[in-house]
């Protein structure tokens, strides 16, 4: 990994993205097929390929456990490199210390080593203590033998290199190292949604067994979450239109010369569960869509516990049909005919879409509305209400200009659910950011008490984001004079006094943190200068508002 290092660290320094494109085909072009997959894999901010649905679980208290136990760090001396590169790889590189970088017995770990060890990792997921996760990073950390190769094999643990390096030119560097068009690149990465397995595809001369066809699932467009009721600053600029959050299960349905299959997410053929989707589908001329499916009863949506009964179930009696009958409601058009259109905006791939199907019972066509900007909060607010009401989980904003970006989450695609209830927490433990807010104490670890009277307080979830970049510079002085102690870890405790209001989206049990909860998608919602510690929520209010999700979601969570 040393030359990996090497090269980022060069094409971090180097401005100009032609000259970073040229570093990145040159490095790329030296190496062996196995390391080649790793390396794209890497710089694409992907440490298990593209289409792999598993994490890696490792944070940073992870890897700072880790380093202490090799390199013996002082808490000041930690905190100190952190302070000054704001990236825990980074500062991870200032503390190794000589002599388990000069060993000469030290194995040298390649790419393909080391996306071996990632694998490993994520085959046991949660299941691998967060000792045996520990043990692994160290086991990584021991085998570098440059501190900027712990630099580098950190990030890629934590799934970030921050060198300025977008998927756009990490495709010119691939096509440049192995004499292909961009575009051939481009299109191949879309067909296959992993780009180390494009750049192998490259090196061996048959990019086109990469074009994508009927048949092979293509990865699946994410969205990401945006809190209900906030001021939308997303959508501002470019043009939106809004669709229902269907409760269902994602699929991709290809039609070809009258036969129709379905892919799941994960990419399973899982048409036999739904024989009646394949019946109206196939009716169809050729079309690959994406959409949901969802159980429906005479127009009526059903708690996705009823959709369960039939996830699974291959060939299913025809009483289970009748009891949870599914239909197919398509929100996306990839491909018509021999025409793939994943690059042509939203906007035309909708309107395709209305050409070429036709709803029936079973197959519907989702029905969107176009979002004025300006009206944005109210307009949406009433639209939320409507989905509320038809029995759907909440809107879907899409950009009418994007393209279908296959299996990734980015910000042209938004999602929006109800909030359960909002939390006051106080906070716990501070970090300094990332990037513009590398020098701010940004990111809160929060806790709840354990009750009325027993004021222990349990931390229940760490939050990023949410508040205003002058509301975090004027917290960051506070929280340096009310340390508490020496850090732990890279987290710095302080005084439990600030209080925040936080919104999530699911609340789950977790071992994670000591409350045995952890909130997904927590975001501070603001700062509560108006409560003390002592009036924040109890573990009894996590658990009310636990109990509340689960019966309102059935055992969907
Ligand atoms: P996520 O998977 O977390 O990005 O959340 C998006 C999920 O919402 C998708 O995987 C779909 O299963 C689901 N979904 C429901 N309705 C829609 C819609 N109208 N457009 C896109 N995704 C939808």
């Excluded at 289409?51 to 992870?62: N, V």
């Excluded at 061996?204 to 809190?227: C, D, N, Q, W």
């Excluded at 806790?447 to 205003?468: F, H, M, N, W």
């Amino acid at each position: 990994m040393i030359a990996f290092a090497r090269t980022c660290d060069d094409i971090a320094a180097t401005p100009a993205k032609t000259l970073k494109v040229e570093r990145l085909a040159d490095y790329i072009r030296s190496l062996g097929a196995e390391d080649l997959r790793a390396v794209v894999r890497f710089l694409a901010g992907r440490p298990l390929g593209a289409h792999d649905e598993r994490k890696l679980a490792i944070g940073g208290r992870i890897l700072t456990t880790a380093a202490r136990r090799l390199w013996h760090p002082s808490d000041e001396e930690l905190s100190a490199a952190y302070r000054a590169t704001g990236d825990l790889g980074d500062a991870l590189a200032r503390i190794v210390r000589a002599p388990q970088m000069s060993s000469l017995f030290a194995e040298t770990l390649t790419p393909a080593d080391f996306a071996t060890i990632l694998d490993e990792l994520a085959a046991a997921p949660g299941k691998a203590a967060g000792r045996r996760r520990e043990l692994v990073c160290e086991r990584v950390f021991r085998a570098c033998r440059d501190p900027r190769e712990v630099a580098y094999v950190a990030k890629i643990l934590l799934g970030e290199l921050r060198i300025g390096l977008r998927e756009g030119l990490i495709v010119d560097a691939v096509a440049l190292a192995f004499g292909e068009d961009s575009s051939a690149v481009r299109r191949a990465a879309m067909a296959a949604g992993d780009l180390g397995a494009v750049a192998l595809a490259a090196a061996e001369k048959r990019l086109e067994s990469l074009a994508i066809t009927y048949g092979k699932p293509l990865g699946f467009m994410l969205a990401t979450p945006v809190a209900f009721g906030s001021s939308y600053r997303e959508i501002a600029g470019g043009e939106w239109l809004v669709e229902d959050k269907y409760d269902g299960i994602r699929a991709q349905a290809h039609v070809r010369a009258g036969r129709a299959r379905l892919f799941s997410r994960t990419m399973r053929d899982i048409s036999r569960a739904f024989p009646e989707l394949i019946d109206a589908l196939a009716r169809n001329s050729d079309v690959i869509l994406d959409g949901e499916i969802v159980a429906r009863r005479d127009g009526v949506v059903l708690p996705f516990r009823y959709l369960q009964a039939r996830l699974g179930r291959i060939d299913p009696p025809l009483e289970l049909r009748t009891d949870v009958p599914v239909a197919f409601v398509a929100f996306d058009l990839l491909a018509v005919g021999d025409r793939f259109v994943l690059d042509e905006p939203l906007g035309s791939r909708r309107r395709l879409l209305a050409e070429h199907v036709s709803n029936t019972p079973a197959l519907e066509i989702a029905p969107w509305a176009a979002l004025e900007a300006e009206a944005a909060p109210g307009a949406i607010a009433t639209l939320f209400a409507a989905a509320r009401a038809r029995g759907n989980e909440g809107l879907m904003l899409k950009r009418t200009d994007s393209p279908y970006a296959p299996g990734r989450r980015g910000k042209w695609w938004l999602k929006l659910k109800r909030e359960l209830g909002t939390l006051d927490c106080v906070v716990i433990a501070v970090e300094w950011g990332h990037g513009k807010r590398r020098n701010v104490l940004s990111d809160y670890t929060f806790a709840v008490r354990r009750s009325a009277d027993d004021a222990e307080l349990l931390p229940i979830g760490k939050a990023y984001s949410g508040l205003t970049d002058v509301e975090i510079a004027e917290l960051t002085p506070w929280f340096l004079a009310h340390r508490t102690g020496t850090p732990g870890s890279h987290a710095l405790p302080v005084e439990p006094t600030i209080v925040v209001e936080i919104a999530f989206d699911i609340i789950q049990k977790s071992k994670l943190h000591r409350s045995g909860f952890a909130l997904r998608f927590p975001r501070i919602v603001r700062l509560r200068h108006d409560k003390t510690a002592a009036d924040i929520n109890t573990l009894a209010d996590v658990e009310h508002l636990y109990r509340e999700m689960l019966e309102r979601e059935g055992v969907h969570i």
